[in-house]
């Protein structure tokens, strides 16, 4: 009935892929947890293969790394059963019944999004702050509001799908590193006036990158963004919205030095020990204004 599919990168998903067997079996159904990681190294592999003995666990570590897209339409295509459930490898289980209540309201039409929660103490790990306050102020958002905007809030984190709707779909391959496939995915959905409904049924995000790691990743989102709508809107964000208005301003090429000089400052908040989500949004927009002005042709 049920294949759980879990990519993974360099990270220890043993204590995570326990817990969700055993709610998966609690919940009384046929399923399989399928594992592909993409090419961690034998350090990875040893630590996660002892995966494979459990009972219907199929984990199988990539000669090479293919990408975050290509992962999870292998996954999708080698999946045994009709139901997909997709689920982030950096994840734990906030409840014991998770199997039980993602599943509840399955009725292979509507494309299920669970929750991603954070814990509610900050990492003792200060240089992982940033991370942690961006994902309790801007990811972990209830069902209700989400489901106002079910497209744009899609994210890839824990998902639920028919085999055949994903394999219609798929993620696009062209985008092989982070950043912007789940929101490219949502508009193909909205494209096809697909329903998507949003629980309020949790995972925790436990994987934190560093404040440095994660700017990083999200200037590699913000260079996606740019590259995906670059020949149209394809994908709609707020940074976007704020960015094609302020793109219009005559005087914009005159400002490029005051945004260099805002990228900067606002890095430098983001490093430190007290990082603020203002900043964070000042930093995306300036990125995104100095990648479009490298690339107007």
Same mark, same amino acid.
């Given at each position: 009935?049920?294949?759980?599919?879990?990519?993974?990168?360099?990270?220890?998903?043993?204590?995570?892929?326990?817990?969700?067997?055993?709610?998966?079996?609690?919940?009384?159904?046929?399923?399989?947890?399928?594992?592909?990681?993409?090419?961690?190294?034998?350090?990875?592999?040893?630590?996660?293969?002892?995966?494979?003995?459990?009972?219907?666990?199929?984990?199988?570590?990539?000669?090479?790394?293919?990408?975050?897209?290509?992962?999870?339409?292998?996954?999708?295509?080698?999946?045994?059963?009709?139901?997909?459930?997709?689920?982030?490898?950096?994840?734990?289980?906030?409840?014991?019944?998770?199997?039980?209540?993602?599943?509840?309201? %399955?009725? &292979?039409? +509507?494309?299920?999004?669970? $929750?991603?929660?954070? #814990?509610? /103490?900050? =990492?003792?790990?200060?240089?992982?702050?940033?991370?942690? %306050?961006? &994902?309790? +102020?801007?990811?972990?958002? $209830?069902?209700?509001? #989400?489901? /106002?905007? =079910?497209?744009?809030?899609?994210?890839?984190?824990?998902? %639920?799908?028919?085999?055949?709707?994903?394999?219609?779909?798929?993620?696009?391959?062209?985008?092989?590193?982070?950043?912007?496939?789940?929101?490219?995915?949502?508009?193909?959905?909205k494209q096809r006036s697909l329903p998507v409904q949003h629980l309020d049924c949790p995972l925790y995000h436990e994987g934190?990158?560093?404040?440095?790691?994660?700017?990083?990743?999200?200037?590699?989102?913000?260079?996606?963004?740019?590259?995906?709508n670059r020949k149209g809107d394809r994908i709609e964000t707020k940074l976007w919205s704020t960015y094609k208005k302020i793109?219009k301003l005559p005087g914009l090429p005159t400002l490029l030095p005051v945004f260099k000089i805002a990228l900067k400052w606002?890095?430098?908040?983001?490093?430190?020990?007290?990082?603020?989500?203002?900043?964070?949004?000042?930093?995306?927009?300036?990125?995104?204004?100095?990648?479009?002005?490298?690339?107007?042709?």
């Amino acid at each position: 009935m049920l294949s759980i599919l879990i990519p993974v990168y360099k990270y220890n998903i043993v204590p995570f892929v326990r817990d969700l067997h055993q709610s998966a079996t609690d919940a009384g159904i046929v399923f399989e947890i399928r594992i592909y990681d993409d090419e961690s190294g034998k350090k990875w592999t040893k630590t996660n293969e002892v995966l494979g003995g459990l009972d219907g666990v199929v984990y199988q570590s990539l000669p090479n790394n293919i990408g975050r897209s290509a992962i999870r339409n292998k996954l999708a295509k080698e999946a045994k059963y009709q139901y997909l459930l997709f689920i982030d490898g950096d994840s734990a289980l906030v409840s014991s019944d998770y199997i039980t209540r993602m599943t509840k309201l %399955l009725d &292979g039409q +509507k494309i299920l999004v669970g $929750k991603t929660s954070y #814990r509610d /103490k900050p =990492p003792k790990e200060k240089d992982q702050y940033l991370r942690w %306050l961006f &994902g309790i +102020k801007r990811e972990s958002i $209830k069902a209700m509001d #989400r489901q /106002k905007k =079910p497209y744009n809030a899609f994210k890839t984190h824990h998902f %639920l799908i028919k085999k055949d709707l994903f394999l219609s779909i798929k993620f696009n391959e062209n985008i092989s590193e982070y950043g912007h496939e789940d929101t490219l995915f949502g508009f193909e959905l909205k494209q096809r006036s697909l329903p998507v409904q949003h629980l309020d049924c949790p995972l925790y995000h436990e994987g934190l990158e560093s404040s440095t790691a994660f700017l990083q990743k999200t200037d590699q989102a913000i260079l996606n963004l740019f590259l995906i709508n670059r020949k149209g809107d394809r994908i709609e964000t707020k940074l976007w919205s704020t960015y094609k208005k302020i793109s219009k301003l005559p005087g914009l090429p005159t400002l490029l030095p005051v945004f260099k000089i805002a990228l900067k400052w606002t890095r430098a908040n983001l490093v430190s020990s007290h990082p603020n989500l203002l900043s964070l949004d000042l930093y995306k927009l300036s990125k995104l204004i100095l990648i479009a002005s490298k690339n107007r042709n």
